[in-house]
């Protein structure tokens, strides 16, 4: 069976990742696939990126912009990717760090609706929601396991991008990374941002700047092509139809984005039984 492994770093800026500030994802980066020019979506927000990865479709499709509830009617209408995957048989875990116990409920709602078999909330740093994803893990042989952590964004936020603060944000993120990195033996590991930061105001991402919308994007696992960049530009919507494909689930039409082929080495994804 196979499995996916997503590491979301909310509001991890490309330029961030240098050897001495993140040398596990850096030298990911350099072992397997990385993209050169990756973009996450317009608007820049998190809420709209994670929609859009969920999704498959951009934000002037999902108009999931805000949290809460109300998102259940227009997640309805559209095509979630752990619906597809809950649909021949494969979970998907979702492992949150930084979720306001108040959020917990609301969070775990829509997840739920939108097909995951099971929503964690982790209080704690980086490396803590990366130890406990590693034990779900374990539990979870095939299907689709996502972990996000926003260390990098309350930084930003707080203090700004590429700031001291920040860049100590980003060497936590970097040992979830090494904690994540042994996923590569027998599952696709895609490290991502939903956005950048600090390109017009130092402490905010949503304004149009290429600095607010590149993100970095690694692709890693046993048959991702190595020492390999893509140059081309890629955008966060290939995720959602890249991940499907590599679980053998054809991705709906309706999806926006495409599969990262050249980032593989040929040999067929396994079908999904239901």
């Known amino acids: 069976m196979a499995r ?17 500030d993140t040398p596990s994802l850096h030298a990911l980066a350099c072992d397997y696939t990385a993209a050169a020019h990756a973009a996450t979506v ?22 999931l912009m805000e949290p809460g509830i109300g998102a259940l ?3 309805a209408n559209l095509r979630p990717v752990p619906r597809e995957l809950a649909r021949r048989g494969l979970p998907t875990v979702v492992v949150a760090g930084h979720v306001p116990a108040l959020e917990v409920p609301t969070a775990s709602a829509l997840a739920k609706f939108a097909g995951v ?6 209080r704690g740093t980086a490396r803590l929601v990366a130890a406990s994803a590693l034990r ?3 539990l979870t042989p095939h299907g689709l396991v996502m972990v996000y952590v926003n260390d990098c964004d309350r930084a930003g936020h707080s203090e700004g991008w590429m700031t001291p603060p920040y860049h100590v944000a980003v060497r936590e993120v970097d040992a979830a990374v090494a904690s994540l ?5 027998d599952s696709l590991l895609v490290v991502l941002a939903d956005h950048g930061g600090g390109g017009v105001a130092p402490t905010d991402h949503d304004a149009p700047h290429p600095v607010n919308d590149r993100i ?3 692709l890693a696992g046993p048959r991702v092509r190595r020492r390999y960049t893509i140059r081309q530009p890629v955008s966060l919507l290939d995720v959602s139809p890249t991940l499907l494909w590599w679980l053998g689930v054809e991705a709906p039409r ?5 599969v990262l082929v050249e980032a593989m080495t040929g040999a067929e994804p396994e079908v999904a039984v239901a």
């Not at 996916?4 to 001495?20: E, K, Y």
């Not at 078999?117 to 982790?122: E, G, L, Q, T």
């Not at 990195?181 to 033996?185: D, E, F, G, I, N």
């Open 117 to 122: 078999s099971r929503f964690i909330a982790v």
């Open 73 to 75: 009617r227009r997640l």
């Open 42 to 63: 317009r608007p820049s927000t998190t809420v709209a990126a994670i929609g859009a990865l969920a999704t498959g479709v951009g934000p002037g499709t999902h108009r």
């Open 216 to 218: 970095p994007l690694i």
């Open 254 to 258: 309706e999806y926006e984005g495409r």
């Open 181 to 185: 990195r042994t996923a590569v033996a």
């Open 4 to 20: 996916c492994v997503i590491l979301l770093a909310d509001g991890l800026r490309p330029d961030a990742v240098t050897a001495s």
């Open 136 to 138: 779900r893990l374990r």
